[in-house]
T-cell receptor
Framework: KAGVTQTPRYLIKTRGQQVTLSCSPI?????VSWYQQTPGQGLQFLFE???????NKGNFPGRFSGRQFSNSRSEMNVSTLELGDSALYLC?????????????FGPGTRLTVT | DQQVKQNSPSLSVQEGRISILNCDYT??????FLWYKKYPAEGPTFLIS?????DKNEDGRFTVFLNKSAKHLSLHIVPSQPGDSAVYFC????????????FGKGTKLTVNP
């Protein structure tokens, strides 16, 4: 079974631009979560989508948004990029099995804002 | 406020010995805990999890212990292998299956041959 895929793997943008990142979950997984990883803050939860609805949201400004499509694929958008948005953006999909769940991560998209 | 803390940024052990990685949490609502391993330029890889109704879970060389009264969990790796060298993250969830995970900042494990 294919794992979580993220595109693109690397991206360089300039301040003020916007960016869209894409995530394809493992087949059959309906939940997709997004995280930001930076050296100073570690892994921080952005938001989670389930059946095309945002189910959870972290403490990030409204410039960060996302959506999920009917095939469970998800996109994340960051508008008006700032230097501090430079980070590794990770997508994870999960499946609940028998009361426990495992969350599987993709390789991430490395975003550099200059 | 950091709700999940991994107080040791790094740990070095000899091959074949036990590695013990520690994690403390402050939120008593957390009821599900996971450990991930991460190599540079890759996403975290799920290792093992534990529900708050248990105090121990084992999977091969990996064992996770949960002490709810102390709000502490630990990951034991026995025996440690050089391929275990990576950054290990502890994560917690407060909705027993919610996909919102709160992560610690990680511990870099180095296993020396």
């Amino acid at each position: 079974k294919a794992g979580v895929t993220q595109t693109p793997r690397y991206l360089i943008k300039t301040r003020g631009q916007q960016v869209t990142l894409s995530c394809s979950p493992i087949s059959g997984h309906r939940s997709v979560s997004w995280y930001q990883q930076t050296p100073g803050q570690g892994l921080q939860f952005l938001f989670e989508y389930f059946s095309e609805t945002q189910r959870n949201k972290g403490n990030f400004p409204g410039r960060f948004s996302g959506r999920q499509f009917s095939n469970s694929r998800s996109e994340m958008n960051v508008s008006t990029l700032e230097l501090g948005d430079s980070a590794l953006y990770l997508c994870a999909s999960s499946l609940v099995v028998g009361g426990s769940y495992e969350q599987y991560f993709g390789p991430g998209t490395r975003l550099t804002v200059t | 406020d950091q709700q999940v803390k991994q107080n040791s940024p790094s740990l070095s052990v000899q091959e074949g010995r036990i590695s013990i990685l520690n994690c403390d949490y402050t939120n008593s609502m957390f009821d599900y805990f996971l450990w991930y391993k991460k190599y540079p330029a890759e996403g975290p890889t799920f290792l093992i999890s534990i529900s708050s109704i248990k105090d121990k879970n084992e999977d091969g060389r990996f064992t996770v212990f949960l002490n709810k009264s102390a709000k502490h969990l630990s990951l034991h790796i026995v025996p440690s292998q050089p391929g275990d060298s990576a950054v290990y993250f502890c994560a917690a969830s407060s909705q027993g299956g919610s996909e919102k995970l709160v992560f610690g900042k990680g511990t870099k494990l180095t296993v020396n041959p």
